[in-house]
Structure formats: structure tokens, C-alpha cells
């Protein structure tokens, strides 16, 4: 199907910066759009941003100036840039996606995750 892997996670200070990346892979044939969610300790997943294949963009009210996506179609890769990250950013950063790809028979929808990216935001 179609694999998204995530790179960019750590430890950073209050009012530090990150940039996320994730990478797309697999049969695809076409991408609706890509976006970000983050989860931290007890509470439910949630929308960071995401990004249509036209580069229309949302955000979380909650991040709204701070952060920033964008894509390369080229690359098939989104990237998060965080900017004034605060404690409570902290958490786990799950890239998605949703498209359609090649199958046997055809072309078939998928939504796919990514494994997450352990973002701290700490001093």
C-alpha cells in the first residue's frame, strides 16, 4: 500500500523550533492530502495542519502563526515547521494521508499513518 515514515522529533526548549518531515511510499497514484496530528499522554489524537494537493491549507486554532506546513509534490513529502514551541506541544506527531493507489486490479482509496515522532518541548 503506501508507507509514510517521519523524521524530525526530539527535545527542544520552550520558544525553540523543529521542523517534522515525512516521506511517502509505495504505489500511489494520487494524494488528496497529507497533514499532521499530534496525541499526548491521555488525551485523544487531534489536527495539527494539513495540506491539499491544490496547497490549501487548515490549522489548529491552537497553532495558528506558530507553525507551518508545506509539501513537495515532487518528493511526495510534507513537512511541519514549528516555530515558539511551548510545553504543551509536547506530544506524539502522527503524519497522514490520504489518496489512492495501484492495486492488481485497478486503483483503490487508502488512508495511512505514520509510526509518530516524540516531540518534547522542555527545559
Known amino acids: 500500500q503506501v508507507q509514510l515514515v517521519e523524521s524530525g522529533g526530539g527535545l527542544v526548549q520552550p520558544g525553540g523550533s523543529l521542523r517534522l518531515s515525512c516521506a511517502a511510499s509505495?504505489?500511489?497514484?494520487?494524494?488528496?492530502?497529507m497533514g499532521w496530528y499530534r496525541q499526548a499522554p491521555g488525551n485523544e489524537r487531534e489536527l495539527v495542519a494539513r495540506?491539499?494537493?491544490?496547497?490549501?491549507?487548515n490549522y489548529a486554532d491552537s497553532v495558528k502563526g506558530r507553525l507551518i506546513i508545506d509539501r513537495d509534490s515532487a518528493k511526495i513529502t510534507v513537512y511541519l515547521q514549528m516555530n515558539s514551541l511551548k510545553p504543551e506541544n509536547t506530544a506524539v506527531y502522527y503524519c497522514?494521508?490520504?489518496?489512492?493507489?495501484?492495486?492488481?486490479?485497478?486503483?483503490?482509496?487508502?488512508?495511512?499513518w505514520g509510526q509518530g515522532t516524540q516531540v518534547t518541548v522542555s527545559s
Open positions: 497522514n494521508a490520504d489518496g489512492a493507489y495501484h492495486t492488481p486490479s485497478g486503483i483503490a482509496d487508502f488512508r495511512s
Open positions: 509505495g504505489s500511489i497514484f494520487s494524494i488528496s492530502h
Open positions: 495540506i491539499t494537493s491544490g496547497c490549501s491549507t
